[in-house]
């Protein structure tokens, strides 16, 4: 009997490990789709630049500080030896271009007042991801799941009438997000060093745009001191939610990451029509009444899937 109670005791701190973990991975994942949510607010606020500015400060910025972390981490050796392989090369060149072209597109949504297109499209993204993973991994779906899928692309169609044409930004990022994701599957780095080799690999792209394409400091960086300082967060901007997100991912179960993820699109949907009233007609509440079904759809699959592993 007196031995079991060291067992008891190892146990109970094992017990409280896991659920402190837990707790920090839910706050992480909390905290990484709460800023996405909020983004757009900030991309308004860099309005005086054009998207494509945007887009290569923020590439830059973002990859100074993540030389920063992984120089920290120790990771530059493992980068520097993946930049030897072509193959490695080509994935994360692959990966680097569709998240440089999410990042542009989803920029101009914002700016141009597509914002509720754009959150629909993150919506969408879960989908789409469950479809290729059908397409190229070999991934089985569950009826629910399949219901799910048809009703968020039913979603889609009603928003044709809702906006009076082809819904091309929530699908584009939809697609673009989910192919980037297919490519960091099979490319060999993990999530930081990963994006950090993407971002060095445009990175000329993007110096290029602002050396040669800008036109001058001024178009760069904007008119004063305040406009350059907000140039300059738009690489916390980025890295801070994805170092939040990667944070959860090696902490929690996806089934609750992919239940969280919805809080994203959720807070764009919200500050799109409710900050900068963006229309919402019948049309639209029906369309996003559909997304929301597939949502709920999937979550409780998800929850049903945890509660089997659990057992």
């Known amino acids: 009997m007196a031995e079991s109670f060291p067992d008891c005791a ?25 800023l996405w949510g909020v983004l757009p607010v900030f991309w308004k606020q860099l309005s005086f630049l054009p998207p ?53 597109l989803y920029v101009w949504a914002t700016l141009n007042d597509r914002i509720v297109e754009g959150a629909l499209g993150y919506y969408l993204n879960p989908f789409f991801n469950m479809w290729f993973g059908f397409l190229w ?16 692309l039913a979603g889609v169609l009603v928003q044709v009438p809702a906006v009076g044409h082809f819904p091309w930004v929530a699908l584009t990022l939809a697609l673009s997000f989910s192919l980037y994701a297919v490519v960091k599957k099979r490319a060999p780095l993990g999530s930081r060093a990963g994006l950090t080799i993407e971002t060095g690999l445009i990175a000329p792209l993007a110096l ?70 963006e229309p919402m007609g019948t049309a639209r509440v029906v369309s996003f009444s559909l997304i929301w079904i597939a949502v709920a759809l999937y979550a409780a699959d998800a929850v049903m899937d945890g509660r089997k592993r659990r057992g």
Not at 137 to 152: D, M, N, S, Y
Request: aromatic content about 10%; proline content about 2%; some cysteine.
């Open 52 to 104: 494509l500015t945007i887009v290569a400060q923020r590439t830059l910025w973002s990859l100074a500080i993540l030389l920063c972390i992984v120089i920290w981490t120790g990771e530059l050796r493992t980068i520097r030896e993946t930049l030897r392989s072509p193959r490695g090369v080509a994935w994360h060149l692959a990966a680097g271009l569709l998240l440089a072209a999410n990042w542009l």
């Open 208 to 277: 290029g745009w602002l050396v040669f394409g800008a036109g001058s400091m001024r178009a760069a960086f904007g008119a004063d001191a305040g406009h350059a300082w907000l140039v300059a967060c738009a690489g916390i901007a980025t890295t801070l939610p994805l170092l939040f997100f990667g944070h959860a991912a090696r902490s929690i179960r996806l089934s609750t990451l992919g239940i969280l993820q919805f809080l994203g699109p959720t807070l764009q949907f919200l500050i799109g029509w409710r900050l900068y009233g």
């Open 137 to 152: 991994f070999g991934e089985r779906h569950k009826p629910r799941q399949r219901v799910a899928i048809g009703l968020a």
């Open 10 to 34: 190892a146990g109970g701190n094992e017990q409280r490990r896991r659920v402190r973990s837990d707790t920090a991975g839910v706050g992480s994942a909390l905290a990484a789709f709460f």
